[in-house]
């Protein structure tokens, strides 16, 4: 009953067609059968926010979508971020600490550009909002903070 | 403290790169053709033994290539001490394949009496976990008593005694990243095996032993970490992963679910602590006893040993303090940031402050007046150099005195110490022909310590950050290390490179002097050349002395630097004062922290960036545990298992930060530092209970600090 | 996670045949936020999937020739949340909506997801309880719609039967001088699940009478519930001191709460007091002010 099936994904402007088991998710597939390992797996559950991509313009959780779910759709991961240099919002964690460890971080710059594109000009309050679904244990949250709203204003001020 | 122009900047880290596009690799990043995964099969009960273990029906899922349990290996035991010990593993093709492997594992066992509360275990009629080191007590794993002058005098003399029993959970440190692990043996039977830990040689000696191979034979890679907080200090998965390997010939990965983590990794210890404390009417005090149990769970593991790096904040003529570890029939705890700190400070900071209250003082005001300071005796009889307690007791008054306020609300002060380790340090340093430097470190970069290391080598040979290559190799390439935490690795990381890149120069200068009629003592550096300090020469470009050096038979420029300390921690005292404004709900309990102020001495710091961001960490993990947080058990069998149930802190849960660096320098620390990565948290469950007492006039005395207690215990507080 | 059949179908009628074809074996997928979990932990293991995502039936809001609106039980919860019309006739329902998990759950979780799951604590049941919602449900002998609050029969229960799929949800028209609001007691801030949920919807007159008072509880008893009781309590009257108390003290009655890992019963009882006062207040306020339309 294995069933497997030909899907097909664009992942960060690129088209694939992978051979995927019903019960894989799209976590599984971005990070062992694309090789995308930015997206990370923190519990599996929905909870920590580290698997978090953009589907067709979604912000969602990767453990919780069934890839054969997904067939047909596109995804961003943060493999799509930079271009030929980082973008504003990669830079603006780097330079104002919003990472340590970094295992969230992917997640968390998914989120923030997310965040950003609706909303370019946020308060505290709205980034903290826009961030709720992502955990971090290392850095107590302030400097994420920092980076996202220094990161709106860098794209403000280049638009 | 001369003028530095890197060190003591705010330098952003530059494995932040890799980290932010996605391409820094993890344990679980790494795979292999015919890479197999492992599972684990767990015992459900508390106490048990094991009858039987059928494996028929995994063995014809395909996709199965082996299966270990008691009967085949020594790795599994039939005698089960907590629910969620492990009781069989296997490899399989594929994660899911391996996952369903393991539900059709059948084991039958036969349970027993169990124990989980400490101080229930310590009767004589409990049932023995292990054999008890105590005649009086059972389930006794480890004692030891403190002492100083007279108890029953100090007594005598007060005027005033305050008696309570605190409570605190279970924490789980909750690193984003769950342990993993891949083990591959090559052709010639040498493995390799990555894993996410703190400190890779322990892994090799482990692994070594366990195989009875040769330490060469073993090469452990420590990728990037995901979070560790003491958590990842010993091997859990690994041998599991290296004997999978050995059978199957193929490479064994084995990552922990979250519930894995939940149910059998190593939290913080709970701890229940009864204490009396005295003092004069004029606030003086005069005598502490304690009785401090740790819940060490099935096996050791509760770290016991660190009461005097964290205690001795106030002068004490007269104290005893008996430390017991006891078992129970529960997951083994292990280190969780300035192990064993935050239990002890919940419960000391505690007492002082319903001390203060009920001589109605100024909880600053008290604190400062039994504070300890340059001259006075640690708890180990030793002597105080100059501290930063005070200061940061001052600094915090400041603080409060500028905050409003308002109805509902309360401030809360606390205070805390710790002390940092050293730990055995090494580096490689090696200076390539067109003048960078690589820095070869076996330490693992918990903390962004490799971003100081790059500042110290820079500083010291004036030439850019961006020519310094640091990074953390394994134990076949690099020095031995100790392993990351008590906040060691910066301070023994740092004294072992600021060695090694003096050395360095020395070698410079030498070499130099061949080349310039100069003697080598009278160099130095300055923009990226070396250069007579009387002027006398115009100098020579390091980059250039580097390439003649590694053509000439003088040889390329290595040196390597070390640190250790035979005492393992340094006489570094760092101390802590923290402020928290809170808003209590007077209907529901509910409890909002506004903002948490910490005065922390750094010593001298060395990227403030950096060392802001563990002391606003360390907070927000201290709320969690304070407010947030505990592994809640029945029947021995952890309840909330999962990130939903289990509740750390999120975005919007994390208060405003304030924290303020406080600047002692260390006597032997480099450039003065004092180590940072712990004591930020060992402080906060003690401030927010002192504040939420102040805003409600109730003290609560259990870990998590919850609405409920608050709305129940004394029925409703408000008006309505 | 054991291995399944996969069926993405693209009408209702369709899914409805594979549900029935397939007997206890299938489950719907929604927006999987439950299902997934619960599969990957193997407590509910289907061999066959029938994905409803596909279904554009199913996804969508309508305002009803009647006024009232309904909406597809596939529409993710997000799309409510940033859909103006709901935003402005439905405020607390989609207030609700926003305590559920995070963006990323609510991007994939749907209400009719949330209802079929039946969860006590659940966040939307309560305030669609209170808008007195109607859900429409389909299966091989036709279709019914019944009112929610015949909807949930237990912990996980539902009067849906193993066949149907539940289609939409109707919301009636807002009424004049009305107002609603959900409060949600929990540790934290976000992500995190309801140890007591009140919601309040109530319809005031010209002189701020209580017109219709609607009252749900959540996470106290083992469905989501109307408390009658309460909301009798409150007809006809001003919200005095008094009436508020005698109403919280009846929502306190009717809640038959349970001490767990997250929450004791003390509290619980305690806090559906409190919180129905408060709900109602506000609810009343938000009538008052128009917020409610």
Not at chain 2, 275 to 302: M, N
Request: glycine fraction near 8%; include cysteine; hydrophobic fraction near 40%.
């Amino acid at each position: 009953m294995d069933a497997k099936r030909w899907i097909q994904l664009t992942v960060n402007g690129e088209e694939h067609e992978v051979y995927v088991e019903p019960r894989r998710r799209l976590l599984d597939v971005l990070r062992e059968d694309l090789g995308l390992t930015g997206t990370k797996e923190g519990c599996g559950t929905g909870d920590c926010g580290a698997c978090t991509v953009i589907l067709d313009g979604r912000l969602v959780n990767a453990c919780l979508v069934f890839a054969i779910s997904a067939n047909g759709k596109s995804v961003e991961t943060v493999e799509g971020l930079a271009t030929d240099h980082l973008h504003p919002i990669q830079e603006a964690f780097i330079q104002h600490g919003g990472l340590q460890c970094g295992i969230c971080t992917p997640g968390f710059l998914m989120s923030a550009k997310h965040l950003l594109n609706s909303n370019p000009n946020p308060t505290l309050d709205e980034v903290r909002f826009g961030l709720a679904g992502n955990l971090c244990r290392c850095t107590g949250y302030t400097k994420i903070y920092e980076a996202v709203l220094a990161a709106a204003k860098n794209m403000r001020e280049e638009t | 403290m001369s003028e530095h122009w890197l060190l003591g900047k705010r330098v952003p880290r530059p494995d932040a790169i890799p980290k932010v596009t996605g391409e820094a690799v993890y344990t679980d990043d790494i795979t292999f053709p015919g890479m197999l995964y492992g599972a684990v099969v767990r015992s459900p009960y508390a106490c048990a033994s094991i009858r039987s273990v059928d494996t028929s029906r995994a063995e014809q899922l395909p996709g199965v290539r082996a299966i270990l349990t008691p009967t085949n290996s020594s790795l599994f035991s039939t005698e089960i001490l907590y629910a969620g010990q492990k009781v069989a593993a296997l490899a399989a093709t594929d994660p899911h394949t391996a996952q369903e492997a393991a539900s059709l594992i059948q084991v039958e066992y036969q349970r027993h009496r169990a124990v989980f509360d400490p101080i229930r275990a310590m009767s004589r009629d409990a049932p023995v976990v292990r054999p008890s080191r105590s005649q009086e007590f059972n389930n006794v794993c480890s004692h030891q008593r403190k002492e100083r002058g007279d108890l029953e005098t100090g007594f005598a003399q007060a005027d005033i005694i305050v008696e309570n029993t605190y409570r605190v959970g279970i924490a789980h440190q909750a690193y984003m990243e769950p342990h993993a692990c891949v083990a591959r043996f090559d052709v010639s039977g040498k493995l390799t095996v990555w894993t996410s830990i703190q400190g890779q040689f322990n892994v090799r000696a482990s692994l070594a032993s366990m195989l009875g191979m040769p330490v060469h034979d073993v090469r452990v890679i420590a990728p990037e970490i995901g979070g560790a907080f003491g958590g990842k200090t010993s091997l859990i998965m690994e041998p599991i992963a290296v004997v999978l390997a050995k059978i199957t010939g193929a490479p064994v990965k084995i990552v922990m679910s979250r519930q894995e983590e939940f149910i059998d990794a190593h939290p913080g210890p709970g701890c229940i602590i009864h204490v009396k404390t005295a003092a004069r009417q004029d606030g003086t005090l005069t005598a502490e006893w304690a009785e401090i149990i740790y819940d060490t769970g099935a096996a050791p593991g509760a770290p016991t040993g660190n009461f005097d790096r964290t205690r001795g904040l106030y002068r004490i003529p007269n104290f005893r303090y008996d430390i017991y570890s006891v078992y129970t029939h529960k997951l083994i705890p292990g280190a969780y940031r300035a192990p064993g700190a935050l239990e002890l400070t919940f419960a000391f900071e505690s007492q002082i402050d319903h001390l203060a209250g009920e001589l109605g003082q100024d909880p600053i005001e008290f604190r400062l007046k039994n504070a300890v300071d340059e001259g006075d005796l640690t708890v180990d009889g030793k002597v105080y150099p100059t501290i930063g307690l005070r200061e940061s007791l001052h600094q915090a008054r400041e603080q409060i005195k500028a905050v409003e306020h308002k109805p509902h609300r309360g401030i809360g002060v606390a205070c805390g110490k710790w002390m940092n380790a050293i730990g055995a340090s090494g580096v490689i340093l090696t200076l390539n022909e067109d003048g960078s430097v690589n820095l070869t470190s076996g330490a693992v970069d918990l903390t962004g310590v490799n971003t100081v290391l790059a500042q110290i080598v820079a500083e010291e040979l004036s030439i850019s950050l961006d020519q310094i290559h640091v990074q953390t190799r394994d134990t076949d390439v690099a020095p031995y290390a100790a392993l990351s935490g008590g906040s060691r690795t910066t301070y023994g990381m740092s004294l072992a490179t600021q060695n090694a890149v003096r050395q360095l120069k020395k070698d410079l200068f030498e070499f130099a002097s061949q080349h310039m009629p100069v003697s080598p003592e009278a160099f130095t550096v300055a923009d990226g050349k070396v250069v007579p300090r009387d002027g006398s020469h115009t100098g020579i470009p390091i980059r250039e002395l580097a390439r003649i050096a590694m053509y000439s038979a003088r040889g390329p420029l290595t040196v390597t630097g070390s640190a250790s300390d035979p005492s393992w921690l340094a006489d570094s005292y760092i101390f802590i004062t923290q402020v928290a404004e809170v808003e209590v709900d007077p209907d529901t309990g509910e409890i909002t922290v506004l903002r948490v102020s910490s005065f922390q001495d750094v010593g001298f710091a060395l990227n403030p960036m950096l060392v802001e961001g563990q002391i606003e960490g360390g907070i927000v993990q201290g709320l969690g545990w304070g407010y947030l947080e505990g592994l809640v058990f029945d029947k021995g069998v952890v309840l909330n298992e999962n990130l939903t149930e289990y509740k750390i802190p999120t975005a919007l849960d994390a208060p405003e930060l304030v924290p303020v660096l406080i600047e002692i320098p260390s006597a032997d620390g480099p450039y003065g530092i004092k180590g940072v990565g712990e004591p930020s948290m060992v402080v906060t469950p003690a401030v927010l209970a002192n504040a939420i007492h102040d805003a409600t006039g109730i003290r609560l005395t259990e870990t998590p600090l919850v609405q409920d207690d608050l709305s129940t215990r004394q029925g409703p507080l408000g008006n309505m | 996670m054991k291995n399944f059949e996969y069926f993405a179908p693209e009408t209702t009628e369709e899914a409805i045949r594979l549900l029935d074809e397939h007997g206890e074996a299938a489950k719907p997928l929604a927006g999987g936020t439950d299902l997934l979990i619960f599969m990957r932990d193997q407590k509910i293991t289907p061999d066959v999937i029938v994905d409803l995502k596909g279904i554009n039936a199913l996804s969508g809001i309508e305002e009803l020739p009647d006024g009232s609106v309904q909406f597809g039980s596939l529409t993710p919860m997000q799309d409510l949340a940033v859909h103006p019309m709901m935003r402005e006739r439905y405020p607390h329902f989609i207030s609700s909506i926003r305590e559920v998990g995070s963006i990323q759950v609510r991007n994939l979780a749907t209400v009719g997801g949330n209802i079929c799951n039946a969860s006590p604590a659940a966040d939307t049941p309560p305030t669609l309880l209170t808008l007195n919602a109607q859900v429409r449900l389909a299966g091989p002998r036709g279709e019914r719609v019944i009112p929610l609050r015949e909807f949930f029969v237990g912990p996980g229960q539902t009067a849906l039967e193993r066949d149907e799929v539940l289609t939409h949800v109707i919301l009636p028209s807002p009424q004049p001088r009305s107002g609603g609001c959900y409060i949600k007691l929990a540790n934290r801030q976000a992500m995190d699940i309801a140890f007591v949920g009140v919601s309040s919807y109530v319809v005031l007159d010209e002189d701020h009478t209580v017109v219709d008072a609607r009252i749900a509880l959540g996470a106290v008893a083992p469905t989501p519930l109307r408390v009658d009781a309460a909301e009798t309590i409150l007809q006809g009257q001003q919200l005095t001191k008094e009436v508020l108390s005698e109403a919280g003290e009846a929502a306190e009655a009717a809640s038959r709460p349970i001490t767990d890992h997250r929450a004791s019963v003390e509290y619980r009882r305690m806090m559906v007091k409190v919180l129905t006062r408060r709900a109602v207040l506000r609810a009343a306020e938000k009538a008052r002010n128009g917020n409610g339309r």
